[in-house]
């Protein structure tokens, strides 16, 4: 019995189709609270749960797409481990590079998926649901996962490349180290499609499927910016480990959303939101080096960093060493709800008030054990992200390659998955009663030339 199909209509584009509507400089494009939703805003069919019209550029029509002439200097940066999920207006086609598409149809797949590193109860859904996925249609799924070793992840690819896998899906640890495992994919014919990071336009992945790392971290920023206006922000930053794509972007995409806010509060928003982008970056690259940074002009302050290996535990330890050196802090960002529920029992064990004291904020995941804290203030907020969808997705695309003939050959380097801020406000439009994590919103496959088309359209 074959898996209803992940094929359903968006309410409205996803991020990455936003992307080509918009132009790479500022121009005349005026920044305004109306462009970016603190909470999401389409409605969908089945569910009053609604998700981000966040565009990862200004809010203009594209021209020539493939014109990097006036691309905003954000683009052009060759660091972009911090900015997973900010794809460059200019996007180019990908029809001509090779991926190893299947030339046949055919059935009785196995598929290989590579994780970079498990650790939390939101890889288990995803692996779980890709395997269900797999089931339903009579593939057999095979994972292998490197524990954060990105040498044993390169390993692993190649182990199933010699075994002949019909396809692979991968999570890399590093993006830029996978890149080659990719290509070695590809070489021996077999597609590669990524999962949770998306990799430069001219890697030879299919595509990548993810919530868009920078912008969930984005979203949850410019509640954090309302939720602290006229405030002093003297924060402590929590991730899983500093120098993971993942977590390095969505908290690069916190700063960043606070600074959108507080630049609109002072009465001089930024030209762009790609302004703030680059000046976010800047003050991440010192977080990164230095451990902390200050900013007078935004009243804001990370004056902490921890590592708290994406897990309840690790994110309590770390938590608990910043709070003994720090009392004084207001905020901790986390880069995904285990880290802050991890977090928030620190906080109590140190005789402090969630929600009072220090408030905890995410950029990720949306679990239904978080729901309480957030109903409760104890936890300001946190980002949508589906393992359900990140896992069966992947594994759905496969099998419109391989059995429906699906021309797979322009889709975008990444294929972002719905994302929103889930507050004390909403959280309750997420809850899936039979899902730990929140529900399923519809979700699209759009190639390169349809999100130009709905671009130019606009």
Not at 39 to 68: G, I, L, M, R, V
Not at 129 to 137: F, L, M, V
Not at 162 to 180: F, H, K, Q, S
Not at 270 to 291: H, I, M, T, V
Request: some cysteine; glycine content about 10%; charged content about 25%.
């Amino acid at each position: 019995m074959q898996k209803k199909k992940v094929r359903k209509l968006l309410a409205m584009a996803l991020t990455v189709g936003m992307v080509a509507g918009s132009l790479a400089g500022c121009g005349d494009t005026k920044a305004s609270s109306d462009e970016v939703k603190e909470e999401p805003a389409a409605e969908t069919k089945e569910t009053e749960a609604e998700e981000s019209d966040t565009t990862a550029a200004s809010d203009t029509k594209a021209e020539d797409t493939a014109d990097t002439g006036d691309l905003h200097e954000i683009y052009k940066l060759t660091e972009r481990n911090a900015l997973s999920g900010l794809v460059s207006p200019a996007m180019k086609d990908r029809k001509d590079i090779d991926k190893a598409l299947p030339k046949e149809q055919k059935g009785n797949l196995t598929i290989g998926l590579s994780m970079g590193q498990m650790g939390s109860s939101f890889f288990t859904e995803m692996i779980d649901s890709a395997t269900k996925a797999a089931e339903d249609y009579g593939y057999e799924l095979v994972m292998l996962c490197a524990d954060g070793n990105i040498s044993k992840q390169s390993a692993d690819v190649e182990s199933m490349i010699t075994a002949g896998y019909d396809a692979i899906i991968l999570n890399p640890m590093d993006v830029t180290a996978a890149a080659a495992d990719v290509k070695r994919a590809v070489e021996a014919g077999i597609p590669v499609i990524g999962a949770g990071v998306d990799f430069a336009e001219d890697v030879p992945v299919v595509t990548s499927i993810l919530a868009n790392n920078y912008f969930g971290g984005w979203e949850s920023g410019l509640y954090m910016g309302e939720f602290f206006k006229d405030q002093h922000i003297k924060a402590a930053a929590i991730l899983g480990m500093m120098g993971h794509t993942i977590d390095e972007s969505r908290i690069n995409g916190m700063i960043a959303g606070i600074l959108y806010k507080r630049a609109e509060q002072q009465g001089n928003p930024y030209a762009c939101q790609e302004d703030a982008y680059l000046e976010a970056n800047d003050l991440f690259s010192e977080l990164r080096d230095k451990g902390k940074f200050s900013s007078d002009k935004w009243d804001f302050e990370i004056v902490a960093q921890g590592q708290g290996d994406w897990t309840n535990e690790g994110g309590l330890a770390a938590a608990e060493d910043i709070i003994a050196g720090n009392s004084d802090i207001n905020l901790i960002m986390a880069a995904c709800d285990p880290m802050g529920a991890g977090a928030i029992k620190a906080i109590k064990n140190a005789g402090l008030t969630p929600g009072k004291d220090i408030y905890v904020a995410c950029a990720a995941d949306g679990g239904k054990e978080m729901f309480p804290y957030l109903e409760s203030g104890e936890m300001l907020v946190t980002g949508y992200n589906s393992p359900n969808l990140n896992g069966s997705a992947a594994v759905d695309l496969i099998h419109m390659m391989f059995e429906e003939g699906y021309d797979a050959s322009n889709l975008p380097a990444a294929s972002d998955l719905p994302n929103g801020a889930i507050t004390k406000e909403n959280w309750k439009e997420y809850e899936d009663p039979d899902l730990q994590y929140c529900k399923v919103l519809p979700f699209e496959w759009k190639t390169i030339d349809q999100i130009r088309e709905e671009a130019q359209s606009k």
